[in-house]
């Protein structure tokens, strides 16, 4: 090969490589720093940053953090530079159907995924696949509204990874542009999604998803860990909570904050709000305080949320105590007896949907979720039941052969089915 040759072959491929950051660059001095977007589908060489593996003790975790910008693929988005914590670049331009595709390397396990966001939209979300398989196809990330582009949060959502070297892709779902600096991977010892029981304590860090939230060590008695970073408009929630016995409690918050006028509504997901927690100044981020509200609880599973307001806060625990006085372990049901066994599901078993066929008086919104053997949520599909009949389709053609419990919940009326998948 000539010289020439091979010195034009190192020209292209140097080229190649810095093409994404150098129309960046050239896009923001022409355009400024949201100018129209330079359409493109473009094959990175970047790599994969800050993939660390402890084997200090079994209980170790795996975990590896990726800048955004060292996207492998992509399609329709740019890098920029950022103004987040650390600087670098972040990426930007994001618009629906959008992707960038990420390389991951993790022992198979349970994973806490830490998104770093901003944008200025309400409705931004996205949703994810691994190798092409969209293992969680209704499970969306809802990106909040941090005020500007540059005005970041970061939001987290618990999955299952297979591991190995797998690809890992980004897709914007609509609802508004938005931005994302980087993303992290920490393996967990979270078992699928907990029923958190009721009465008892949780570990705050131990929710279902979040947004404006992440989790650092305490210095609190019995160490470990509490959620912080809870900012004015953060929210963590905590799903599928049993409520064992039906009565009034005293619920606790372990919490810490340097600020004034910080509030935590906890509100239902199916109903009104439960309580509003008022914070106290402890003077310091570890310096911690318990703050006791009453609350009753029925029967019936929460979705319980923590909204933030007012100011800044850390949550260590949650603990539900019941009242003595108060409790009955059998409470009778409100009279919707006819919705009990009212679900009809077939075929069964099925090799790629299943029909939900319900016929009964529960009115308003209730939701489908299909749960494996270990009670991982694989799928959900909200739905709103008008009076009377319903029917659905519910797609299971992207699951493995197995056995599949549909679990199905409205705001007072709750069933599971058994599927078998061929």
């Not at 609350?295 to 949650?318: A, H, Q, T």
Request: proline share 6%.
């Amino acid at each position: 090969m000539s010289t020439l040759v091979r010195k034009l072959l190192c020209f292209l491929l140097i080229g190649f490589s810095i093409a994404p950051a150098f129309a960046q660059d050239l896009s923001v001095a022409m355009l400024g720093s949201k100018g129209t977007k330079l359409p493109s589908s473009v094959t990175s060489g970047h790599s994969i940053t800050n993939s660390v593996t402890s084997t200090a003790s079994p209980s170790a975790l795996t975990y590896q953090k990726i800048e955004a910008e060292d996207w492998r693929t992509m399609s329709g988005v740019q890098n920029e530079p950022t103004s987040d914590e650390g600087g670098g670049q972040n990426v930007g331009y994001i618009d629906h159907g959008d992707y960038m595709d990420y390389s991951i390397n993790l022992e198979p396990g349970y994973y806490r995924i830490d998104f770093r966001v901003a944008t200025p939209n309400p409705n931004a979300r996205f949703n994810f696949n691994i190798d092409g398989v969209d293992y969680y196809p209704n499970l969306f990330v809802e990106a909040p509204q941090t005020g500007s582009w540059q005005s970041w949060k970061t939001v987290s959502q618990h999955v299952y990874i297979e591991g190995n070297r797998q690809r890992f892709r980004i897709i914007s779902d609509g609802g508004g542009g938005f931005n994302i600096n980087w993303l992290q991977f920490t393996r967990t010892n979270f078992i699928g999604y907990p029923y958190h029981q009721i009465p008892g304590r949780w570990e705050a860090e131990h929710y279902l998803w979040a947004f404006g939230a992440q989790i650092e060590p305490t210095t609190d008695e019995g160490g470990g860990h509490n959620v912080g970073w809870l900012d004015p408009g953060s929210m963590i929630e905590f799903q599928y909570s049993r409520v064992n016995i039906v009565g009034s409690y005293e619920v606790t918050f372990r919490v810490s904050s340097p600020h004034d006028n910080v509030k935590i509504n906890v509100v239902n997901y199916y109903g009104p709000p439960e309580a509003v927690v008022v914070i106290p100044n402890t003077g310091g981020w570890q310096n911690w305080t318990s703050v006791t509200v009453p609350m009753y609880m029925d029967e019936y599973p929460k979705d319980l949320r923590f909204y933030i307001e007012g100011g800044s806060v850390n949550i260590n625990w949650v603990d539900f105590k019941l009242v003595p006085t108060t409790y009955a372990k059998a409470a009778p049901r409100p009279a919707l007896s006819e919705n009990s066994k009212a679900a009809v599901i077939y075929p069964n078993p099925t090799s790629d949907h299943v029909n939900i066929q319900i016929d009964n008086a529960y009115s308003g919104r209730f939701k489908v979720q299909v749960v494996n053997s270990i009670g991982v949520v694989l799928k959900e599909f909200p739905y709103n039941k008008p009076t009377g009949g319903f029917q659905a389709g519910l797609s299971l053609k992207d699951l493995r052969s197995g056995n599949y419990f549909l679990v199905i919940q409205g705001e007072d009326w709750r069933e599971v089915r058994s599927v078998i998948k061929r």
